[in-house]
């Protein structure tokens, strides 16, 4: 073995005695003990019972539909959920925040791999006259460098790298949940504007013939008065009522403006988009599909809750960042390329001699690093991921409590609302029959037409009424479909998220 070689291993056997020594000196990492738990989905057995119990409820294991509102029949609501799902600010911002958390995970990823890089120089430089090195005092020499390949590489011996790029991508999937969201509150507040903006057109309608009724009914007992049939009593009380239902007429119209402005700003566009909205009939779906495992299936169809599980994975990842940081860094950097140096006499030479086999170079850097003292940072870093993470998982488990609790109060809001419904409408028929009894009376001598106006007022007050419960179940159903995530789906697996032990 020649005197080089023997040199060569001492030198690679002194690296490795370093390297073992740095690893075997690493710094203490500190036990942060047990980390927050994830909750368990809560049992709703009870509550599905109770909401299938004679309602148009199904179990299936289907979800609403990705366009879900398009199961309304309303060729106005479609066209506005297309208007919103294009301009809306909101979702165009979720959408921006979405490719930031992808860009950033393409920069984490690309830690895993070599940095490869080329470069070339031609440099000229004189020396000073009173320089150390005496022969090149006063001289003037110029350089030049080409190396086509150069590496820079970090071995990713505890994983750092790989759980920084994990952390990335939790994030960006986190993000993209949260798009989803955005988009499930946007579509689920222009369908409840929507269904009240319908009632309210249907409202004024009435409202208007209300009003005219009362006119009716204002002049008839004026007229009574003139003509010495009643006192003047009836008269005002006929001018109160009249001018209530002005008042009733005006405030359903001001209520209607709210909605169609409301509406514009949801989907991204000036007031005058919506002047001419609200003449679909809107229908009502006989069934609702729900989820054969709620609420377990809540974790992969709700968007926040799906949000919240990832934003905890990536937390977890960055504590397996933090703890490697406490270990040795090993790098290696190297070069392959030409250089070579000449007197300014010479420099019309330089190419010459720089693309000979002499100007040939080369050189490799292996490198560890161990962090000993850096006053706190390591502890205070590992600290704060330690309560990042906890924090991520009780926010988990806050959104776990809302969904399963928006989906019972949606669940009895759709329940009751249809029972009121029900009852309304009884109620309507009976003050039909009411009218027609009064109608049939007018013909036949035994009431004036006092009457019959009254009880007309009766129906159209009760319809005007109705108008309103229907919207409520139309929201009710709209909350329950956004409470089961419209039609998201996360790709996670269907099982309980576990906690790291620390």
Known sequence: MSCRSVH??????????????????????????????????????????????????????????????????????????????????????????????????????????????????????RFSEHGVNVALRGAHIVSGLINPLSLRYEFDFWGKNRAALEAALGEAAAEEAEQAEVRLQLTAAIARCYFRGIALRQQLDLAEDMVELRRELFHLAETRYQLGLDSADPVKQAASE???????????????????????????????????????????????????????????????????????????????????????????????????????????????????GNSFAYGVAPGVRLPIFEGGRLRGELSLRRAEYDEAVELYNKTLLQAVQEVADSLSSWRDTRTIVEAQNRLLASQREVFDLAQERLRSGLDDRRTVLARRNSVLDQEFALKTLETDQLVAMTDLIEALGGGYTSGLDITRPQSIAD
């Not at 073992?20 to 009870?46: D, N, T, V």
């Not at 199961?71 to 066209?79: A, I, T």
């Not at 504590?319 to 300014?344: E, Q």
Request: aromatic share 6%.
């Open 8 to 125: 060569r291993w001492r030198l690679l056997a002194g690296f490795g005695a370093a390297s073992l020594f740095l690893i075997g000196g690493c710094a203490w990492i500190p036990s942060g003990g047990q980390r927050a738990e994830f909750f368990k989905p809560p049992s709703m057995a009870h509550k599905l019972s109770e909401a299938r119990g004679g309602e148009p409820l199904t179990a299936r294991r289907s979800w609403p539909q990705d366009r879900w509102w398009r199961q309304f029949g309303s060729s106005e609501l479609n066209r506005l959920m297309d208007m919103a799902l294009k301009d809306n600010p909101s979702l165009k911002a979720a959408t921006a925040r979405l490719r930031e958390a992808e860009g950033f995970a393409r920069v984490e990823g690309a830690r895993l791999l070599p940095f490869l890089d080329a470069e070339a120089e031609v440099a000229a430089a």
């Open 242 to 356: 009249s001018e209530a239902a002005g008042k009733r007429q005006a405030v359903t119209r001001d209520q209607l403006d709210l909605q169609r402005n409301l509406l514009a700003r949801l989907i991204g566009r000036g007031p005058d988009a919506t002047r001419n909205l609200f003449t679909n009939v809107v229908s009502l779906p006989e069934r609702i599909p729900l989820p054969t495992k709620l609420p377990l299936e809540l974790l992969a169809h709700r968007p926040d809750l799906a949000a919240a599980l990832h934003r905890a994975e990536a937390s977890a990842q960055r504590i397996r960042v933090a703890k490697a940081s406490f270990l040795p860094t090993v790098d290696m950097t190297a070069f392959v390329g030409l250089n070579a140096l000449r007197m300014t006499k010479g420099a019309s030479s330089l190419a010459n001699i720089l693309f000979s």
